[in-house]
C-alpha cells in the first residue's frame, strides 16, 4: 500500500489550486531571479515551475510554443527571416521558429539558470541552442531592446506572468524599445495571460503595446495546465493585422482554420480590453 503521495500544485487565488501528482522532484534551484523547479507528473511528463507557477509540460507545450511562433509567422506582411525572443529559455519557441525555416534567431533570456535546467531536463527543446542559425544572450531583455541595432521580422516576448523580473516586459516604455527594432510588416507577440485568473495581464499588454503600434490584437489558445486552461496571446504591428496568403502545415494544435479563429474573442474578454 501506498502511504504517501505527492502533489505539485499552482495556487490560481486563495481558493483554488491545480495540482498535479508527481512521482519526483527532479531540481530545486534559487537563482539571483526566481525559483526553477522541475517534476516528474504522472499524467504531463516532466513539468518546469517558475516561482511556483507551471511554465511548461512535457506534454502540452506544443500549444503554446505553436501558437507564439506561427500565429506572427503568418501575420508578417513578408515571408519572415528573422526573429527575436525575449525569454523562451527552455527553447520552445526558438525549435518552432526553426521549423518555420527562419535563418537568423536571436534569443535573449535573463536566467543563464533556466536554459542549464533545460539542456538537463528538456533536451528537446534546449537543443535549439546549440543550432547555428540561433544565437542565444544572457542577458536582460528590457536592456537588449533599449541598444540593439539589428532589425527583426518576428519578436517574440516569452515571459513569466507581469510581476516580479517580467513585469517591465509589459509597458510601453519596452514596446517603444521593440518598435524601433522591428522590420516593416514585421510582427509582435507576448504572451498575456489567463483572462479569467488573471485578468489584468491581458489589458496590461494592450495598454503597453498601443502607444508604440498601430494595430494591437489579442488572440488565445487552450492550453491544459496554465490557469483556467485558457490563454491568451496579444499581438502588434504597424500595418494592418491581416493574414498572409501563404500557409504553413498543421502542428498538433496549430492550423490554418485557427490561425483566423484564434482572434475570436467572448464577451467577457472583449470587456477586459475595451
Ligand atoms: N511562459 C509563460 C508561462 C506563463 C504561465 N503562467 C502561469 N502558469 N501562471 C512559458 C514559457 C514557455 N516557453
Not at 137 to 150: L, M, N, Q, R, S
Not at 187 to 210: E, H, L, N
Request: proline share 5%.
Amino acid at each position: 500500500m501506498k502511504l504517501i503521495e505527492n502533489w505539485f500544485s499552482e495556487r490560481y487565488s486563495d481558493n483554488l489550486q491545480l495540482s498535479f501528482r508527481v512521482s519526483d522532484q527532479l531540481l530545486s534551484v534559487k537563482t539571483d531571479y526566481q525559483r526553477i523547479d522541475v517534476f516528474q507528473t504522472y499524467d504531463f511528463g516532466k513539468l518546469l515551475s517558475i516561482d511556483g507557477t507551471v511554465q511548461l509540460t512535457e506534454k502540452d507545450e506544443f500549444v503554446y510554443h505553436e501558437m507564439i511562433t506561427r500565429m506572427p509567422y503568418l501575420y508578417a506582411d513578408s515571408k519572415p527571416e528573422s526573429a527575436l525572443v525575449i525569454g523562451g529559455g527552455d527553447g520552445g519557441a526558438a525549435g518552432e521558429l526553426l521549423k518555420l525555416g527562419l535563418k537568423r534567431i536571436v534569443n535573449v533570456e535573463i536566467d543563464g539558470q533556466v536554459v542549464e535546467v533545460c539542456r538537463k531536463h528538456f533536451p528537446e527543446l534546449a537543443s535549439s541552442f546549440s543550432k547555428k542559425n540561433v544565437e542565444l544572450i544572457i542577458g536582460d531583455g528590457i536592456k537588449y531592446v533599449e541598444t540593439a541595432k539589428e532589425k527583426f521580422h518576428i519578436i517574440i516576448i516569452d515571459s513569466t506572468d507581469p510581476v516580479g523580473p517580467a513585469e517591465g516586459l509589459f509597458d510601453s516604455k519596452f514596446y517603444h524599445n521593440v518598435a524601433k527594432i522591428l522590420a516593416p510588416g514585421g510582427v509582435v507577440v507576448t504572451q498575456s495571460g489567463s483572462p479569467f485568473y488573471q485578468p489584468k495581464a491581458i489589458g496590461m499588454a494592450q495598454r503597453g503595446m498601443k502607444p508604440a503600434f498601430e494595430y494591437v490584437k489579442s488572440y488565445t489558445a487552450f492550453i491544459p495546465t496554465y490557469p483556467s486552461g485558457f490563454w491568451s496571446f496579444t499581438m502588434a504591428k504597424n500595418t494592418p493585422i491581416k493574414m498572409r496568403k501563404d500557409s504553413v502545415p498543421a502542428g498538433q494544435y496549430f492550423n490554418m482554420e485557427i490561425a483566423e479563429s484564434a482572434f475570436s474573442l467572448p464577451e467577457f474578454v472583449k470587456k477586459l480590453i475595451a
